[in-house]
C-alpha cells in the first residue's frame, strides 16, 4: 500500500532562517507528488505537482526537488507569512486508482 | 474559474441525527473526491466520481455514508445517524481529465455532540 512520511512534525525557524522539510514515500509506481501548504481552518491550496526523479519546481520562496524515494520543499529566507501545515501526498499507478495519499504534514512555524 | 466551494463551512449536530454536505467544483473538472481530515492528520480519501459515476470507494466509507453526483456538477455527502468519531473537516477536491492536480475546497468542518 502507498505511504508518506513527513518530518519533522513541527518546525520553528527565525524569519530569514532557510531549512527543508522531508516527505519520504513508497508507492507502486509514482504518478505525481504534490505539495500543498494548508493553513488553520482551511483547505489545502496547491503549491506543486512533480512527475519524475530529478525534477524541481520553485514559487517564491519555495523550492520542491525530487528523488526516488523522498522530495524535499526547501524554503529559503522565510517570513513569517510562510508559517502553515505543508502536506505532502502521492498518486501511485495502480489502474483505477485516483486518490491522493497524504503524509501527516509539517507545521512550521516563522518567528519574526 | 471561481475555485471549489463548499456549504456549509461549519455543521454542528447531535449524536444521531443525519447531515449532508454540498461541493460545488471547478466548472468544467469532470473528476470530483471527498476526504476526511482530522486534527493532526493529513487528508484521508472516501471517495471519487468520474461525471456522475461514483469510481471509487474507501474502506473508510461506511454504509452509513452515501454521496452523489447526479448531473455530473455538484455532489452531496450524507452522514446518517452521526456519531461523534464522524467529528472531523470534510474536503472536497475537483481536478479535470487533463491535469493530475486536485484543487481542494474550504471544507466542512463536522462537530457531533
Known amino acids: 500500500e502507498d505511504q508518506v512520511t513527513q518530518s519533522p512534525e513541527a518546525l520553528r525557524l527565525q524569519e530569514g532562517e532557510s531549512s527543508s522539510l522531508n516527505c519520504s514515500y513508497t508507492v507502486s509506481g509514482l504518478r505525481g507528488l504534490f505539495w500543498y501548504r494548508q493553513d488553520p481552518g482551511k483547505g489545502p491550496e496547491f503549491l506543486f505537482t512533480?512527475?519524475?526523479a530529478g525534477e524541481e519546481k520553485e514559487k517564491e520562496r519555495l523550492k520542491a526537488t525530487l528523488t526516488k524515494k523522498e522530495s524535499f520543499l526547501h524554503i529559503t529566507a522565510p517570513k513569517p507569512e510562510d508559517s502553515a501545515t505543508y502536506l505532502c501526498?502521492?498518486?501511485?499507478?495502480?489502474?483505477?486508482?485516483?486518490?491522493?495519499?497524504f503524509g501527516q504534514g509539517t507545521r512550521l512555524t516563522i518567528n519574526p | 474559474d471561481t475555485g471549489v466551494s463548499q456549504d456549509p463551512r461549519h455543521k454542528i449536530t447531535k449524536r444521531g441525527q443525519n447531515v449532508t454536505f454540498r461541493c460545488d467544483p471547478i466548472?468544467?473538472?469532470?473528476?470530483l473526491y471527498w476526504y476526511r481530515q482530522t486534527l493532526g492528520q493529513g487528508p484521508e480519501f472516501l471517495t471519487y466520481f468520474q461525471n456522475e459515476a461514483q469510481l471509487e470507494k474507501s474502506r473508510l466509507l461506511s454504509d452509513r455514508f452515501s454521496a452523489e453526483r447526479p448531473k455530473g456538477s455538484f455532489s452531496t455527502l450524507e452522514i446518517q445517524r452521526t456519531e461523534q468519531g464522524d467529528s472531523a473537516m470534510y474536503l472536497c477536491?475537483?481536478?479535470?481529465?487533463?491535469?493530475?492536480?486536485?484543487?481542494f475546497g474550504p471544507g466542512t468542518r463536522l462537530l457531533v455532540l
Open positions: 512533480l512527475y519524475s
Open positions: 477536491a475537483s481536478a479535470s481529465n487533463s491535469q493530475e492536480t486536485q484543487y
Open positions: 501526498a502521492v498518486r501511485g499507478l495502480i489502474q483505477g486508482a485516483q486518490k491522493l495519499v
Open positions: 466548472s468544467e473538472h469532470n473528476r
